[in-house]
């Protein structure tokens, strides 16, 4: 949808090495979401953040941070990528009716 | 908290044939309910949603669900469907306080034969 945008859309990277994936928003949301999405699991939440440095943790945490320097963009960093991280990585803000999301395109993170 | 069971992770259905896909919540407080569909390498589309009053809710492209409180349950239905609605689906909870935060179940692959 309109007003939200991830990148990058396909990473793929070795084992040990930091990524980060990032969020960025055109609505003015105060609170923005990152999820993963693997199959059995449907989607997890992993951070979410209610305002400009203030972020909280999500069921499956672990292995994940994330910052929040400007009300627009929100990263989601993997300090040393696990093979276990492989999946799909969705962004998500408030929809305009502040009735559940708008998600973003999702980035799929391969690693190997 | 809230959790959400779906019971089928997998509906193969004939196309112009009706279609249920089952959803059930539990939750200790009121909540909203909603129905996303994930077309094939694409984000979650908001399919239909209730907040309250009428426990019959309608999509635009012919899907509705049903609330029922006693049931816990928020099943979708299709009186006929497409090959179109081949599409992975997802139940989601969240709670009615201020930016919600939505929990999901694990999604049911709706597949359309022809």
């Known amino acids: 949808d309109a007003g939200i945008t991830q990148s990058p859309r396909h990473k793929v990277t070795e084992t040990g090495t930091p990524v980060t994936l990032r969020c960025h928003q055109t609505?003015?949301?105060?609170?923005m979401y990152w999820y993963r999405q693997d199959p059995g699991h449907g989607l997890r939440l992993i951070h979410y953040s209610y305002g400009v440095k203030d972020t909280d943790k999500g069921e499956v945490s672990d292995g994940y941070s994330v910052s929040r320097s400007k009300t627009e963009d929100f990263l989601l960093t993997l300090e040393s990528a696990t093979s276990s991280q492989t999946s799909v990585y969705f962004c998500?803000?408030?929809?305009?009716?502040?009735?559940?999301?708008?998600f973003g395109s999702g980035t799929r993170l391969t690693v190997v | 908290a809230q959790s959400v069971t779906q019971l089928d992770s997998q509906v193969p259905v004939f196309e112009e044939a009706p279609v249920e896909l089952r959803c059930n919540y539990s939750s200790s407080v009121s909540v909203y309910l909603f129905w996303y569909v994930q077309y094939p390498n694409q984000g979650l589309q908001l399919l239909l949603k209730y907040l309250s009053g009428s426990t019959l809710v309608e999509s635009i492209n012919g899907f509705e669900a049903e609330f029922n409180k006693s049931q816990t349950s928020f099943h979708l239905r299709k009186p006929s469907v497409h090959i179109s609605d081949t599409a992975e689906y997802f139940c989601?909870?969240?709670?009615?306080?201020?930016?919600?935060?939505?929990?999901f179940g694990i999604g049911t692959k709706l597949q359309v034969i022809p």
């Open positions: 609505e003015n949301h105060r609170y």
């Open positions: 989601a909870v969240s709670d009615t306080g201020g930016y919600q935060k939505v929990t």
């Open positions: 998500a803000i408030p929809r305009t009716d502040n009735y559940g999301y708008t």
